[in-house]
C-alpha cells in the first residue's frame, strides 16, 4: 500500500520559515516524481511543486518562486519543501503526493498557518 505521510506545519509570522517533510512507503520512491500542494479553506487545492525522481529538476508555482524549494532524500524515502519569506496567502493545508500506478496518491495534510 501506498502511504504519504505529511508533517513539519505550524504557525508562523510573515516572513518566517519552515520546513515540511513528506515520509513515504509502499512504492519505489526514487522511480516517481513527488509533488507538493495546498489547500485553503474554501479553495481548490493548488499546486504547489515538483521535483522529478532524480531530484534533477524542480518546477513551482508562481506565487511560491524564489521563496520555496522543494527536494528529496531518495534513501530516506521523504520529499520536502523548505518555505521561506511566507506571507498569510501561504495558508493552507499542505499535501504530499505522487502519482503511481495510474492512481493519484495524497497524504493527510499538514497545516500550515501564516500570521503576526
Known amino acids: 500500500q501506498v502511504l504519504l505521510v505529511e508533517s513539519g506545519g505550524g504557525l508562523v509570522q510573515p516572513g518566517g520559515s519552515l520546513r515540511l517533510s513528506c515520509a513515504t512507503s509502499g512504492f519505489i520512491f526514487s522511480n516517481y516524481a513527488m509533488r507538493w500542494y495546498r489547500q485553503a479553506p474554501g479553495k481548490e487545492r493548488e499546486f504547489v511543486a515538483v521535483i522529478t525522481n532524480a531530484g534533477d529538476t524542480t518546477d513551482y508555482a508562481d506565487s511560491v518562486k524564489g521563496r520555496f524549494t522543494i527536494s528529496r532524500d531518495n534513501a530516506k524515502n521523504t520529499v520536502y519543501l523548505q518555505m521561506n519569506s511566507l506571507k498569510p496567502e501561504d495558508t493552507a493545508l499542505y499535501y504530499c503526493?505522487?502519482?503511481?500506478?495510474?492512481?493519484?496518491?495524497w497524504g493527510q495534510g499538514t497545516q500550515v498557518t501564516v500570521s503576526s
Open positions: 503526493h505522487t502519482f503511481y500506478g495510474l492512481r493519484h496518491y
